[in-house]
Protein backbone atom coordinates (compact mmCIF):
# COMPACT_ATOMS: atom_id res chain seq x y z
CA UNK A 1 0.00 0.00 0.00
CA UNK A 2 2.14 2.74 1.11
CA UNK A 3 5.16 1.06 -1.56
CA UNK A 4 2.31 2.28 -4.19
CA UNK A 5 2.95 6.30 -2.73
CA UNK A 6 6.02 5.45 -2.75
CA UNK A 7 5.81 5.81 -6.82
CA UNK A 8 5.00 9.49 -6.82
CA UNK A 9 7.01 11.78 -7.82
CA UNK A 10 6.02 14.94 -6.61
CA UNK A 11 6.45 14.79 -2.64
CA UNK A 12 8.41 16.84 -0.81
CA UNK A 13 9.20 15.28 1.93
CA UNK A 14 7.92 11.68 2.36
CA UNK A 15 9.70 9.18 1.35
CA UNK A 16 8.82 5.18 1.81
CA UNK A 17 11.08 3.39 3.57
CA UNK A 18 13.16 1.53 0.48
CA UNK A 19 16.51 -0.19 0.28
CA UNK A 20 19.37 2.46 -0.55
CA UNK A 21 20.36 0.16 -3.55
CA UNK A 22 16.31 0.94 -4.78
CA UNK A 23 16.16 3.98 -6.92
CA UNK A 24 14.44 6.97 -4.86
CA UNK A 25 11.33 9.19 -6.34
CA UNK A 26 12.78 12.49 -7.57
CA UNK A 27 10.97 13.89 -4.60
CA UNK A 28 13.54 12.65 -1.95
CA UNK A 29 15.90 15.10 -4.13
CA UNK A 30 14.07 18.02 -4.34
CA UNK A 31 12.80 19.36 -0.49
CA UNK A 32 13.27 22.81 -1.68
CA UNK A 33 9.97 22.80 -3.89
CA UNK A 34 6.80 23.06 -1.81
CA UNK A 35 4.60 19.79 -1.72
CA UNK A 36 1.11 20.63 -4.04
CA UNK A 37 -1.95 19.08 -1.92
CA UNK A 38 -4.01 16.80 -4.69
CA UNK A 39 -7.15 16.79 -2.79
CA UNK A 40 -7.45 19.06 0.22
CA UNK A 41 -7.36 22.67 0.15
CA UNK A 42 -4.56 24.84 1.24
CA UNK A 43 -6.78 25.51 4.70
CA UNK A 44 -7.51 21.72 4.86
CA UNK A 45 -3.92 20.17 4.11
CA UNK A 46 -2.62 22.58 6.84
CA UNK A 47 -5.06 21.43 9.13
CA UNK A 48 -4.06 17.64 8.47
CA UNK A 49 -0.37 18.31 8.82
CA UNK A 50 -1.24 20.21 11.97
CA UNK A 51 -3.49 17.32 13.70
CA UNK A 52 -0.47 15.02 12.16
CA UNK A 53 1.61 16.44 14.60
CA UNK A 54 -0.35 16.82 17.54
CA UNK A 55 -0.71 12.76 17.20
CA UNK A 56 3.40 12.18 16.49
CA UNK A 57 4.92 14.90 17.64
CA UNK A 58 8.33 15.73 17.50
CA UNK A 59 9.97 14.74 20.91
CA UNK A 60 13.48 13.34 20.55
CA UNK A 61 12.71 12.20 17.43
CA UNK A 62 11.64 13.86 14.20
CA UNK A 63 7.13 14.29 14.31
CA UNK A 64 4.68 13.16 11.60
CA UNK A 65 5.40 17.02 9.53
CA UNK A 66 8.85 16.44 9.77
CA UNK A 67 8.48 13.30 7.95
CA UNK A 68 5.55 14.73 5.45
CA UNK A 69 3.01 12.67 6.81
CA UNK A 70 0.23 14.78 5.47
CA UNK A 71 2.03 14.49 1.49
CA UNK A 72 1.46 10.96 1.76
CA UNK A 73 -2.44 11.62 3.55
CA UNK A 74 -3.32 13.56 0.97
CA UNK A 75 -2.00 11.37 -1.66
CA UNK A 76 -4.00 8.18 -0.22
CA UNK A 77 -7.19 10.34 -0.53
CA UNK A 78 -6.87 11.97 -3.55
CA UNK A 79 -6.02 8.57 -4.98
CA UNK A 80 -9.13 6.56 -3.20
CA UNK A 81 -6.20 4.21 -1.57
CA UNK A 82 -8.04 3.38 2.16
CA UNK A 83 -5.94 2.69 5.19
CA UNK A 84 -9.08 1.69 7.36
CA UNK A 85 -11.89 0.45 6.27
CA UNK A 86 -15.32 -0.55 7.76
CA UNK A 87 -15.85 -3.20 5.68
CA UNK A 88 -14.47 -5.97 4.23
CA UNK A 89 -12.72 -5.22 0.88
CA UNK A 90 -12.75 -8.24 -1.72
CA UNK A 91 -12.99 -6.73 -4.91
CA UNK A 92 -11.33 -3.01 -6.73
CA UNK A 93 -15.21 -2.26 -6.43
CA UNK A 94 -14.92 -2.42 -3.06
CA UNK A 95 -11.88 -0.74 -2.31
CA UNK A 96 -13.02 2.37 -4.61
CA UNK A 97 -16.38 2.45 -2.15
CA UNK A 98 -13.94 2.55 0.56
CA UNK A 99 -11.79 5.45 -0.82
CA UNK A 100 -14.97 7.12 -1.73
CA UNK A 101 -15.91 7.16 1.73
CA UNK A 102 -12.57 8.49 3.06
CA UNK A 103 -12.70 11.33 0.93
CA UNK A 104 -15.55 12.07 2.28
CA UNK A 105 -15.40 11.32 5.56
CA UNK A 106 -11.88 13.69 5.83
CA UNK A 107 -14.27 16.23 4.38
CA UNK A 108 -17.10 15.91 6.81
CA UNK A 109 -14.95 15.57 9.72
CA UNK A 110 -12.83 18.45 9.15
CA UNK A 111 -15.98 20.20 8.72
CA UNK A 112 -16.60 18.95 12.20
CA UNK A 113 -13.61 19.75 14.06
CA UNK A 114 -13.71 23.36 12.57
CA UNK A 115 -17.83 23.67 13.97
CA UNK A 116 -17.28 21.92 17.05
CA UNK A 117 -13.98 24.20 17.73
CA UNK A 118 -16.32 27.52 17.16
CA UNK A 119 -19.15 26.43 19.42
CA UNK A 120 -16.65 25.84 22.37
CA UNK A 121 -14.38 27.99 21.66
CA UNK A 122 -15.24 30.54 18.82
CA UNK A 123 -12.87 29.84 16.37
CA UNK A 124 -11.93 27.73 13.73
CA UNK A 125 -9.56 24.80 14.78
CA UNK A 126 -6.16 26.32 13.68
CA UNK A 127 -6.88 29.49 15.06
CA UNK A 128 -7.86 28.60 18.28
CA UNK A 129 -4.92 27.76 21.50
CA UNK A 130 -2.87 24.77 21.82
CA UNK A 131 -4.30 23.91 24.81
CA UNK A 132 -7.98 24.56 23.09
CA UNK A 133 -6.88 21.82 20.40
CA UNK A 134 -5.32 19.41 22.91
CA UNK A 135 -8.57 19.31 24.43
CA UNK A 136 -10.69 18.68 21.65
CA UNK A 137 -8.54 16.20 20.12
CA UNK A 138 -8.46 14.41 24.55
CA UNK A 139 -12.36 14.43 24.26
CA UNK A 140 -11.73 12.04 20.46
CA UNK A 141 -8.87 10.04 21.39
CA UNK A 142 -9.74 8.55 25.19
CA UNK A 143 -12.58 6.66 26.33
CA UNK A 144 -12.70 7.68 29.76
CA UNK A 145 -13.26 12.04 28.09
CA UNK A 146 -15.96 11.10 25.84
CA UNK A 147 -18.68 13.37 25.13
CA UNK A 148 -22.25 12.16 24.34
CA UNK A 149 -22.25 14.71 21.02
CA UNK A 150 -19.04 13.58 19.37
CA UNK A 151 -19.64 10.64 17.77
CA UNK A 152 -18.96 11.65 14.28
CA UNK A 153 -15.49 13.04 15.72
CA UNK A 154 -14.27 10.61 17.13
CA UNK A 155 -14.43 8.23 13.89
CA UNK A 156 -12.95 10.75 12.19
CA UNK A 157 -9.94 10.56 14.94
CA UNK A 158 -9.75 7.08 14.55
CA UNK A 159 -9.34 7.56 10.49
CA UNK A 160 -6.93 10.22 10.66
CA UNK A 161 -4.67 8.46 13.23
CA UNK A 162 -5.13 5.56 11.29
CA UNK A 163 -3.43 7.23 8.24
CA UNK A 164 -0.62 9.48 10.19
CA UNK A 165 0.28 6.18 11.90
CA UNK A 166 0.59 4.16 8.51
CA UNK A 167 2.46 7.33 6.81
CA UNK A 168 4.91 7.14 9.72
CA UNK A 169 6.08 4.71 9.89
CA UNK A 170 6.56 3.63 6.68
CA UNK A 171 9.53 6.32 6.12
CA UNK A 172 12.65 5.31 7.28
CA UNK A 173 12.04 8.12 10.13
CA UNK A 174 9.49 6.02 11.68
CA UNK A 175 10.73 3.31 12.02
CA UNK A 176 14.43 4.82 12.99
CA UNK A 177 12.47 6.69 15.94
CA UNK A 178 11.31 2.86 16.93
CA UNK A 179 14.63 2.11 17.55
CA UNK A 180 14.92 -1.10 15.99
CA UNK A 181 17.89 -2.97 16.52
CA UNK A 182 17.75 -5.21 13.27
CA UNK A 183 17.56 -1.92 10.96
CA UNK A 184 20.93 -1.51 10.60
CA UNK A 185 21.07 -4.73 9.17
CA UNK A 186 17.50 -5.28 7.47
CA UNK A 187 16.94 -1.51 6.12
CA UNK A 188 19.28 -2.60 2.56
CA UNK A 189 17.50 -5.26 2.39
CA UNK A 190 13.67 -3.82 2.73
CA UNK A 191 11.75 -4.00 -0.94
CA UNK A 192 10.32 -1.15 -2.73
CA UNK A 193 7.25 -1.62 -4.23
CA UNK A 194 7.91 -5.26 -6.91
CA UNK A 195 5.41 -4.29 -9.21
CA UNK A 196 6.01 -0.84 -10.43
CA UNK A 197 5.11 -1.46 -13.81
CA UNK A 198 1.39 -2.51 -12.83
CA UNK A 199 -1.29 -1.73 -14.43
CA UNK A 200 -3.47 -1.11 -11.59
CA UNK A 201 -0.51 1.37 -10.41
CA UNK A 202 -0.89 3.14 -13.15
CA UNK A 203 -2.96 5.57 -11.96
CA UNK A 204 -1.66 6.49 -8.93
CA UNK A 205 -0.33 9.97 -10.21
CA UNK A 206 -1.36 13.17 -10.42
CA UNK A 207 -5.32 12.66 -10.30
CA UNK A 208 -7.64 15.03 -11.63
CA UNK A 209 -10.61 15.62 -8.98
CA UNK A 210 -13.15 17.70 -7.77
CA UNK A 211 -14.13 19.26 -4.53
CA UNK A 212 -16.40 17.81 -2.44
CA UNK A 213 -19.18 19.56 -0.55
CA UNK A 214 -1.45 13.20 21.12
CA UNK A 215 -1.78 10.89 21.58
CA UNK A 216 0.49 8.01 20.00
CA UNK A 217 -0.46 5.88 22.95
CA UNK A 218 -4.47 6.55 22.31
CA UNK A 219 -6.54 3.80 22.03
Not at 9 to 17: L, N, R
Not at 65 to 89: C, L, Q, Y
Not at 188 to 210: F, Q, V
Request: include cysteine.
Amino acid sequence: MAAVAGTFPGFSKWVFACPEDHPQPASAKRDSLPYKPLFFSPEQYRMVEHMAEMIIPEDGTPGAKTAGVAEFIDFMVANRVPVSASRDIRSTEDAIQSGNQAQASFILGLGWMNARCHAEFGSNFMDCAPDQQNSLLEELAYKEKFKPTTETGREFFRMMRDYTVVGYYTTKIGLESLGYPGLRTSWPKMPGCTHPDDPEHAHLREPKISNLPALRSAG
